[in-house]
C-alpha cells in the first residue's frame, strides 16, 4: 500500500515547532549560564578554631579493648574547608585498623558533627555524632542502637598534645572504656 503523501504545508509546521522548541530550549540554558556566571559563588564555611587546631600530622599511642595500639593520624582540611578529616592508619604491619573520621561545625546549631567512616563498612557509620566543647574539650555522642559512643577530645594549651577517650554506655547506663589514645603532634 502506497505511503499518504505528506503536505508541505505539515512539513513546515512541525519543522517550525522543533525549531521554536530548539530555540525556547537554547534561550533558557544561556539564561541558566548567564545567571550562574553573574552570581555569588558558594562561601567556605569558616574554620572552626578548635578543629583548625587539630590539622597537621600527629601519633596516638593508645589501647583499644586493653591492647596497645600505635597510629599514625593525618587532619586535612577537605571539601572546601567544610571538613576536617583525620586519617588514621595502624602502624602495625598489616595494618589492624584504618578510619576517616569527618569533623565539622555546624555554626547555625552551634555544634559539631561527627562521621567516623572505617574499615568495618556502612554497618558502623549509620549513625552521626553530634557534640559540644567546653574549652578545649570537645565530647561527641555518637548513638548507636544498643551501645552509644561517647567520645571526649581533650586538646593541650599548647597544641602539641591532645587525648582522646572512646567510651561504650553500658546497659545500666555507666560508661566503659573502649580505647584511649594520647596524641602528640609530629613535624
Do not use: C
Not at 499518504?4 to 544561556?30: D, K, M, S
Not at 552570581?39 to 590539622?55: C, G, K, V, Y
Not at 559540644?132 to 602539641?160: A, I, N
Amino acid at each position: 500500500m502506497p505511503m499518504p503523501a505528506t503536505r508541505p504545508w505539515e512539513l513546515n509546521t512541525a519543522a517550525r515547532r522543533r525549531r521554536a522548541a530548539t530555540v525556547n530550549i537554547a534561550a533558557a540554558l544561556l539564561i541558566l549560564i548567564r545567571s550562574a556566571a553573574y552570581a555569588e559563588p558558594p562561601s567556605s564555611p569558616a574554620r572552626d578554631p578548635f578543629l583548625a587546631q587539630l590539622a597537621g600530622h600527629w601519633a596516638l599511642v593508645g589501647q583499644v579493648l586493653g591492647k596497645p595500639v600505635v597510629y599514625r593520624g593525618e587532619a586535612t582540611w577537605v571539601l572546601s574547608g567544610g571538613w576536617l578529616r583525620l586519617a588514621l592508619l595502624d602502624r602495625a604491619r598489616p595494618p589492624g585498623y584504618q578510619a576517616d573520621v569527618f569533623l565539622g561545625f555546624d555554626a547555625n546549631a552551634g555544634d559539631y558533627v561527627a562521621h567516623w567512616l572505617d574499615q568495618f563498612g556502612a554497618a558502623g557509620a549509620r549513625v552521626v555524632a553530634t557534640g559540644h566543647r567546653d574549652g578545649l574539650t570537645l565530647v561527641l555522642l555518637f548513638p548507636y542502637e544498643g551501645s552509644p559512643f561517647r567520645d571526649t577530645l581533650t586538646l593541650s594549651t599548647d597544641g602539641k598534645n591532645a587525648s582522646l577517650l572512646l567510651e561504650a554506655q553500658k546497659p545500666d547506663g555507666s560508661w566503659s572504656t573502649f580505647a584511649s589514645y594520647t596524641l602528640t603532634r609530629r613535624r
